[in-house]
Each structure stands twice: as C-alpha cells, then as structure tokens.
C-alpha cells in the first residue's frame, strides 16, 4: 500500500462508543474526558456524544458507564448488584447506620460541611465522617469562607460505583420529611455562621460535650 492510501485509511477511522466501551474496559482506573478525547484522536464534543451514546447502550447490558465530575468509568449496573455480590461473597454495604445517614445527607445536600451534617442528623459526625473518607465514598470539596473556613464534602466516584449509580442524577427522588431536608436553609452554613470552635460541632452549641465518638454511641443515637 502507498504512503498516500496509507494516509487516507488513517485519515477515515472516527472513534464510536465501541472504541470508548473498550478503552474503558482495559483501563483499571478512571479515566479523565481528556484523556480519553486524546487515546480516540477525538475532539470534545465529539467525546460528549460518544459518552451519551455508550451510556444509553450499555442501559440493557447490566454495565453502568458512571460519570463523575470529568471522570468515565465502567461498572456493573445496579440491577445486577444480587449476581455480583453472590461472587463477591458480601450482604451488602458494610457500613452502620450512622456512617450511611452520613452519607445520604452528603448525596443529597453536596457539598455540605460537617456543621451542617450535624444539623440535620442531631449527632457528633466525626466517626461517620471518619469512615466515609477511609472507604474513599466522600472527599473534600473546598472549603467555605466563613468562620473557621470550614471543609465541605462530596461524594466520590467511588461512591457511584460502589452504588450502581451512572451519575448523580440517577440518585432515587425524595418524598415528604426527606425531601424537605434537602432543601432546609441551615444555620451552620449560612453567610452569618459561625462555628466558634473551627467547625466542631452544631453552629450555636457545644457539639463535644455529650456528642457520640465511637461507632455503638454514633448508631445509638440514631435509633
């Protein structure tokens, strides 16, 4: 073959969803959309249709294609979660209760500081805090400018994978008190807050005092 047909063959080949799908399932990481643009000598929108298209055909193939900020990763679908723990050989989420509440808050109230954690839930949020960044499902996501500039959390890709969700989009409506929850105006973190002792506790009381530390006081106080 001539350098010139050569040239023109390279020239014709256009990454599809199945280049994307393949790339990301030899890849053990997540992978950044740049990243991915430059492996499929793909421009972004090009990328952003190819992601759309993937996420809709692996919906009836029991693959999740999660994005997470600028992040693509491949995961098994949350309807298969029954098949892959079988082989997995867990019930499920190991996590108390505690370190889950403290979770659900976060997802759904992101980025979220550890004051107003504490204000919805009514307890100390150190160990659920604790156990959440050791698992990888929460990370810091700044900080606010206000007293103390205390650190606000976000949920992780991790968290998506680990939860068979593809985005945060997918995560399940709210109802009634829930719902309400997710959009209560909090104290802690309004533009007059202030934590008095560098984001300790609930904003107007001492939240050291009597709070619970350790994992049987943390699910204690929930029931």
């Given at each position: 073959m001539s350098d010139?047909?050569?040239?023109v063959v390279?020239a014709?080949w256009v990454?599809?969803a199945?280049?994307?799908e393949?790339?990301?399932?030899?890849?053990?990481?997540?992978?950044?959309?740049?990243?991915?643009?430059?492996?499929l000598e793909a421009?972004k929108?090009d990328?952003d249709r190819?992601?759309?298209e993937l996420s809709?055909?692996?919906s009836?193939?029991?693959i999740?294609l999660?994005t997470?900020?600028d992040?693509l990763q491949?995961?098994?679908?949350a309807?298969?979660?029954r098949?892959?723990?079988?082989?997995v050989?867990?019930?499920g989420?190991?996590?108390?209760?505690a370190?889950?509440e403290?979770?659900?808050?976060?997802a759904?109230?992101q980025p979220v500081?550890?004051?107003g954690?504490e204000e919805?839930?009514?307890?100390?949020a150190d160990?659920?805090l604790?156990?959440?960044?050791?698992?990888?499902?929460?990370?810091?996501?700044g900080?606010m400018e206000?007293?103390?500039r205390?650190?606000?959390?976000a949920?992780?890709?991790?968290?998506?994978?680990?939860f068979?969700?593809?985005?945060?989009?997918?995560?399940p409506?709210l109802e009634g008190?829930a719902e309400?929850?997710r959009h209560?105006?909090?104290?802690?973190?309004?533009?007059?807050a202030?934590?008095?002792?560098?984001?300790?506790?609930?904003a107007?009381s001492d939240?050291n005092?009597?709070?619970?530390s350790t994992p049987?006081?943390e699910?204690?106080?929930?029931?």
């Amino acid at each position: 073959m001539s350098d010139e047909a050569q040239s023109v063959v390279a020239a014709t080949w256009v990454a599809t969803a199945e280049d994307l799908e393949a790339l990301l399932f030899v890849v053990d990481r997540p992978i950044t959309r740049r990243e991915a643009a430059k492996l499929l000598e793909a421009s972004k929108g090009d990328l952003d249709r190819l992601v759309t298209e993937l996420s809709a055909s692996l919906s009836q193939r029991g693959i999740t294609l999660i994005t997470h900020g600028d992040e693509l990763q491949l995961a098994s679908g949350a309807e298969q979660a029954r098949a892959v723990l079988a082989w997995v050989g867990t019930g499920g989420s190991d996590l108390t209760a505690a370190p889950l509440e403290t979770l659900a808050v976060i997802a759904y109230r992101q980025p979220v500081t550890k004051a107003g954690v504490e204000e919805i839930r009514g307890v100390d949020a150190d160990y659920a805090l604790r156990v959440l960044i050791e698992r990888g499902l929460i990370e810091e996501a700044g900080r606010m400018e206000t007293a103390g500039r205390p650190i606000r959390y976000a949920t992780t890709l991790e968290f998506l994978r680990r939860f068979g969700l593809g985005s945060l989009a997918d995560l399940p409506a709210l109802e009634g008190d829930a719902e309400a929850l997710r959009h209560l105006e909090l104290r802690s973190e309004g533009p007059d807050a202030s934590t008095g002792s560098s984001d300790t506790g609930v904003a107007g009381s001492d939240a050291n005092s009597d709070s619970p530390s350790t994992p049987a006081q943390e699910d204690a106080a929930t029931d």
